[in-house]
Every structure is written in structure tokens, then in C-alpha cells.
């Protein structure tokens, strides 16, 4: 990749702007627009624009890597969708409670953000599979 | 009556893909986890397909939000017997993957492929929602396409393109389908549908929505004039995937239509059946005669699948509960034979390095064992007792005198003799002739025969006892000519 | 507001059938493209098109759309995705391995009967 001074400037301080925007997005999702797929892909973005500007360097092995991301967050969503049937309720449904932190106050707790933690592992690691695999030269 | 057996042929293919990726560099550990989680769901399938039978249509809503407004899974005899052969030729393909597969295509990802590909076959086969149904078609296409490609060879790689831009094409008419749907009566769920629908025959929408999903569904299951894109396809990746494809894919086409037309479209637009009658007729002539063409043991197997699928068509064409258990016998019988059949190309490939019929020779000196299980499976294809193709195509020409439907009757025993000569053809120059000089042995090849043969005993097992399958094929096609009583099933059932 | 966004569809779905035509193997990714988006925005109008309104209850707005089809789009846009990630790869791979993208020079290096 060409060394560009603006670029990796910019990205710089673009990246963790973006990183805390997509939790902010993540935390949202639950009522307001958001949620953990467009969290996952403005992750995704933050770590395309480092690819951007570092090239691949010596990260040979990214692309199996994040395989195993993907398979992590397969693996919780589907557990958080089969817990309900350990109690006898349908696959996939949902529960949630609220508790009282400090400084916070009341917090609403559901099992779906659970599921979307998983959805939002997913998007990540297969965005940044997709992107290893089409940016790598064989 | 709420079950959650009814989600687990998905979750657990699922949950073996999530792990199989994480074992995909250790091919003995995949292929363990990979045939014992088959075996499970091949568990959880009959399971499923007796409590049908037990207790009638299972459900399980999503979520636990009822039936018009959630993703319900309905689980009727059909879908249940689908799932089950699913499972059954499934656990024989990996079986004869798991000794014949290069070392590099395995850790290339074949198991995880596989087990994703059976989620989404299974998903498709027991959805109550139309939308849902586009889902678990793609999850099944998306496998089907890395499969496909796998190994990577130019040709392969050409030809999956194909493959997917057509099926992206019949994806994008399937969303403009559902799109129609949805803007004309407010619903995607198929139970609700079945009250909802007719009332667009007057306005003539019933009619363009059954014509974009019978193009949609004619190109999934490789209908006339639709099918263009099969032989060529199937001919690319390792015969065994190239042999579960030829099983397991276009059936879930066929499926569909069954489920679509029994449901929608038959109540209420007075051309489909007809319309299907045609197609029937034309899919099964060409397919074989494309067959007769060919020089190759694979793509004369491939434009088999294209002609055989006329007959189930035809099942669903005659529309009498003879017919529709007939159609349903025709895909079983055909999904476990096909895919021996497939089987048999593959162990001969292994064995003398190439499937061109002209190259080879010799085989029942070398392997008599796989000649036999060849010729029973071949003569099973073309309808000959005591074999499961005789009870399944002996149903359809019945259904089809008593519906006085003769044309249709004649192409499908003109279609049968040809496919006896094709099969014959093949026996000639594979099987007879001295023994090619290419043979070497092959590692394996005990597993190989055994999954081979444990299909072509089904197959006889199901045509010397067809009366052990016929009670559940009739409770399907009772099921499947009332939709009515299946859309109270659904939307009457209470959820927690 | 429906004959405008049909329109639209139109459009989408023509240009992406002509590139879907032709025999490169990067315009006929493109063609697919466009076409998904059209379809996609077919869905949408299946739903009924509400002026200014979101398909969010209790956000002090009383108007809301159908939130139906945008699930069903998202859907589709996650989907459409994939495929066409899978389908760069393909193509790259396939210029890689015959150094040429149009279909027309694939075509036949094997030799069928």
C-alpha cells in the first residue's frame, strides 16, 4: 500500500471515534435504530481503514483467525436462542429484567442483546474475512 | 401442539457447523463430529417423523409469538419424511466423503459447508412462512455455491459462476414474488395465507403471483424449460457433493412446489395443473433424451435428475391423494437411489480416474460388488420390480388412468424404457469390456461400498415392502390436499 | 409516491438486466446489484408508503410505517451481500486462474461433448 501521511493521520483519529460509535449503536439497538449488524459493520469499516493504510503486514494468518470469530458468535447466538428450551419454552424466546446499578440507576437487561452480541461478532469477523480475502495477493 | 423437536434438524447441523469450523484444520476429529451429529438429527427426524403420525401436524412458534405474526416451523407428514430421507442419504454421502475426499478439500471447509447446507435443506423443508422459506433457500445456496466451487479448478469455478448468478436471478423474482404476496393480501405466513389468497383470484393477482413462483420453484428444481443449468453444474465439483446435489438440492425445489401449489395456487388459479401437467411431460422427455446424448457417467446421471423430476411433477400434476402419495414416494425413492447412483460414479472414478464412459471398462472384473449394487440401483431408476422406483412409478400411471390423463401416462413409460437403455448403456461400457488399465486401489473402498449398498438396500426395502412407507406417504398427500385444516392447525394453536 | 418509487424499481431492474447480458464478469455482478436493489425497493413499497413516517413506535412521531418490509429488506440486503462477496471472489479467482473476465473466453476450455 502507498504510505500516505493524511490518510493514516486521519484514520488515526478516525478509528476510535468509530470504534465508540458502534457501541453507542450497539447499546441503542434494543428500541432505537441500531443494533448489533450496523454496529458490527462500522467495526468493520474501522478495521478496513487500517487495512487501508497498513496494508497486510505480516498478519498472514488474519483469514482463518476471524473464521474462528465468526464461529464464536454463531455459537452464542444459537446458545442464547436454545436456552429458553431448557425450560420448556419455544426456541428463541426472549427474557429481561431490570436492575438497579450505581450511577446508572435502573437497567434493562434482555436476553436478545445476548443474541445481538452474537449477530454483532458475526458481522465482524465475516466483513473482515471478506475483506482479507478479496485485499490478499496470491 | 408445541414442540421444540420440531427446531432441532436445524440446530443441530448448526451447532455442528459452528464446531466443525473451529476442527476444520483436523480432518479425523471433523469427520467424527460431522457423522455423529448426522446421526443425531437422522435420529430427531424419524422421531419427528412418528410423533406426526402419533399426535398429527406439530408446530413451534418462534419467540412464542403466534402463528400469523411470528416465524412458526409446521411440521406436517411431508415435511417430516423430507427431513428424514434428508438425513438418511446425507449421513451415507459423508460416510463416502470421509474416506474419498483429498486431505486439502477437507480442511478447506467441506465439513462446515456440508453441515450449513443441511441446516438450510432442513430449514426449508419445515417452514410455515413464506419468507422464511427464501431464508433457509439461500443458507442452502450459499453452502451449495462453496461446495461447488471447492477445489477451485478452472471449470468448476466458470461453472459456479453460472450456477450462482442463476440462482441469484430466480433469489431476486422469489423477493418480487413474496413482495406481490405481502402487498396483496398483508400476510407471509402460509397458514394465514391459505384463508387469504383465494380472494385474489378475482383480480387476477393469484394468477401472476402462482406464474412468478412457478418460474421462481422451476428453476430451483430444474423444470422444463428451466433446466438448463444443471448438467453442467453438477458435472464440475467431487462426485460426492456433485452426488448429494443430484439427491438433495432440486428435490427442495420440488418440495416447494408441492407445498405451494396444494396450499395456493391449485385452489386458485385453474391453469397451474395444467400448466404442470405440460411441464411434467416435457421435463421428463428431454431430460432423458439429453441423457441418451451424453458420453459421461456423471452428466448422463445429471440429466437423469432433470427427467425423473418430471415424474414428480406429474404426481403433483394428476392432483388425486394416489397421485400427491405417488409424487412424495417418487422424490424418496428417487433421493436415496440418485444419490447411490452418484455414489457408484464416484467409487468408479476413484478407481480408474475418470467418469468418460470410453475410457472405462471393465468394472464388475475389478469391483463385482459395485457392479451389483450398480445394477440395482439402476434398474430401481427405471421403474423394474422388486425395487422402490416400481411401487412409486406404479402409483403415478395408476392415478394417471383413473384420471383418464393418457398422454402423460405414455411419455412416462416411453421415458422409463429409455431410461432402462441409458442405464444399460452405462453397465456396457463402465461395468463390461475388459478391465481399463488404470485401475489401482484405492484406500476406502469397504466404506465406500457399505454406504452404497446401505441405500440400495433402502431402496429395495421400499420396493419389496412398499407397504411399510405407503400409510405415511397417504397421511402426507391426505395432509397436503386439505390445506384448510391445516391452516386452523396453525393458527388455532395456542402458544405458552 | 408509489408511481415514483415504481418507476424507480423499473429503472433498477432494466439496467440491471442489461448488464446482467452482458459477458463481462464484473458487469454482470454489477447487473445483479442493481437488480437486488430494485427488488428490494419493491419490497418496500409492499408494505404501503407512508410520507415522512418511520417504521418506529413511540418516538413522538403518530405516524408510522409497516416495519415488515424493512426487516424483510434487511434480510434481503444481508443476504445480497454475501452473495455478492462471494461472487467478487469468484470472479477474482477465476481471472486469476484464466486471466480473463469475459465469459466468451471461459466459455468451452474443457472440452464437453
Given amino acids: 500500500m502507498n504510505d500516505s501521511l493524511i490518510l493514516a493521520t486521519a484514520v488515526r483519529i478516525t478509528r476510535p471515534v468509530l470504534f465508540l460509535f458502534a457501541v453507542v449503536l450497539f447499546l441503542k439497538g434494543h428500541n432505537a435504530p441500531g443494533g448489533g449488524f450496523i454496529a458490527g459493520l462500522v467495526t468493520a469499516v474501522a478495521v478496513l481503514l487500517g487495512l487501508l493504510v497498513h496494508g497486510h503486514g505480516n498478519r498472514k494468518t488474519g483469514r482463518p483467525t476471524f473464521l474462528y470469530v465468526v464461529a464464536a458468535g454463531l455459537g452464542l447466538a444459537l446458545l442464547t436462542a436454545l436456552a429458553p428450551t431448557l425450560l420448556g419454552w419455544p426456541f428463541f424466546t426472549h427474557s429481561f429484567g431490570f436492575i438497579d446499578l450505581p450511577l446508572l440507576g435502573s437497567v434493562e437487561l434482555a436476553s436478545a442483546a445476548l443474541f445481538d452480541l452474537g449477530v454483532y461478532v458475526v458481522v465482524v469477523g465475516n466483513v473482515v474475512t471478506v475483506l482479507y480475502a478479496l485485499t490478499e495477493r496470491r | 401442539m408445541m414442540n421444540n423437536l420440531c427446531v432441532l434438524p436445524v440446530v443441530i447441523p448448526m451447532a455442528a457447523g459452528v464446531l466443525l469450523i473451529l476442527t476444520h484444520a483436523r480432518p479425523v476429529v471433523s469427520r467424527a463430529i460431522a457423522i455423529s451429529a448426522n446421526i443425531l438429527s437422522l435420529g430427531v427426524a424419524l422421531a419427528l417423523v412418528e410423533t406426526v403420525r402419533a399426535d398429527g401436524i406439530q408446530l413451534l412458534a418462534f419467540g412464542n409469538w403466534p402463528a400469523p405474526f411470528g416465524i412458526v416451523f409446521t411440521v406436517d407428514m411431508l415435511s417430516a419424511l423430507m427431513v428424514a430421507v434428508t438425513m438418511v442419504v446425507s449421513t451415507a454421502t459423508l460416510l463416502f466423503a470421509s474416506v474419498s475426499l483429498d486431505d486439502r478439500l477437507e480442511k478447506n471447509f467441506f465439513y462446515p459447508l456440508f453441515q450449513f447446507l443441511l441446516m438450510g435443506v432442513n430449514g426449508a423443508f419445515l417452514t410455515g412462512d413464506l419468507f422464511n422459506l427464501f431464508v433457509w433457500f439461500e443458507v442452502l445456496l450459499v453452502s451449495s455455491y462453496g461446495l461447488m466451487a471447492l477445489g477451485s479448478q478452472g471449470y468448476q469455478l466458470q461453472e459456479t459462476f453460472k450456477y450462482l448468478v442463476v440462482n441469484a436471478l430466480s433469489s431476486a423474482l422469489f423477493l418480487i414474488g413474496i413482495a406481490l404476496v405481502y402487498g396483496a393480501t398483508g400476510t407471509l405466513n402460509m397458514a394465514d395465507l391459505v384463508f387469504k389468497f383465494p380472494a385474489l383470484a378475482e383480480s387476477g393477482m393469484a394468477g401472476v403471483i402462482a406464474v412468478i413462483f412457478l418460474v421462481v420453484f422451476g428453476i430451483k428444481g430444474a423444470l422444463f424449460p428451466l433446466y438448463v443449468w444443471l448438467p453442467r453444474a453438477y458435472y464440475g465439483p467431487p462426485t460426492v457433493i456433485s452426488g448429494l446435489f443430484g439427491g438433495l438440492l432440486t428435490k427442495v425445489g420440488v418440495y416447494a412446489l408441492f407445498r405451494t401449489v396444494t396450499l395456493f395456487f391449485a385452489p386458485s388459479s385453474s391453469f397451474v395443473l395444467p400448466l404442470l401437467s405440460f411441464v411434467a411431460g416435457a421435463t421428463m422427455l428431454l431430460g432423458v433424451l439429453g441423457a441418451l446424448s451424453q458420453w459421461d457417467f456423471k452428466r448422463i446421471l445429471s440429466y437423469h435428475i432433470v427427467s425423473q423430476i418430471g415424474y414428480m411433477i406429474m404426481g403433483l400434476a394428476i392432483y388425486t391423494p394416489l397421485a400427491l402419495a405417488g409424487g412424495i414416494f417418487y422424490i424418496i425413492h428417487h433421493i436415496l437411489v440418485k444419490t447411490s447412483l452418484f455414489l457408484v460414479a464416484g467409487a468408479v472414478e476413484k478407481r480408474y480416474g475418470t467418469t468418460n464412459l470410453r475410457a472405462l471398462g471393465g468394472a464388475a472384473d475389478g469391483s463385482p460388488l459395485l457392479a451389483t449394487l450398480f445394477m440395482f440401483a439402476g434398474l430401481a431408476l427405471a421403474g423394474a420390480p422388486p425395487l422402490s422406483g416400481f411401487v412409486a412409478k406404479f402409483m403415478l400411471l395408476r392415478s394417471g388412468l383413473e384420471a383418464a390423463n393418457h398422454v402423460i401416462v405414455a411419455i412416462s413409460i416411453v421415458v422409463s424404457f429409455l431410461t432402462l437403455y441409458s442405464m ?73 | 409516491m408509489h408511481f415514483a418509487v415504481l418507476t424507480v424499481v423499473a429503472v433498477f431492474i432494466t439496467c440491471g438486466v442489461y448488464l446482467l447480458l452482458d459477458r463481462t464478469l464484473l458487469r454482470v455482478i454489477i447487473g445483479l446489484g442493481l437488480l437486488s436493489n430494485g427488488v428490494n425497493l419493491a419490497l418496500l413499497a409492499s408494505g404501503g408508503l407512508g410520507a415522512g413516517a418511520a417504521p418506529i413506535l413511540g418516538h413522538g412521531s403518530a405516524a408510522i410505517v409497516d416495519p415488515l418490509p424493512q426487516a424483510l429488506i434487511l434480510t434481503a440486503i444481508v443476504i445480497g451481500f454475501g452473495v455478492t462477496a462471494l461472487m467478487l471472489t469468484l470472479a477474482f479467482a477465476s481471472y486469476q486462474s484464466q486471466l480473463s473476465d469475459d465469459l466468451e473466453d471461459l466459455h468451452g476450455r474443457l472440452d464437453d461433448e
Fill in chain 2, 424 to 496: 444399460m448403456k452405462i453397465y456396457r461400457y463402465a461395468f463390461w469390456r475388459e478391465e481399463a488399465e488404470t485401475a489401482i486401489v484405492v484406500p476406502g473402498e469397504p466404506v465406500r461400498t457399505f454406504a452404497i449398498a446401505s441405500l440400495v438396500t433402502l431402496s429395495l426395502v421400499l420396493g419389496l415392502g412398499g407397504a411399510l412407507l405407503l400409510p405415511y406417504v397417504e397421511i402426507a398427500a391426505a395432509q397436503l390436499l386439505d390445506p384448510a385444516a391445516w391452516g386452523t392447525a396453525v393458527l388455532e394453536a395456542r402458544v405458552r
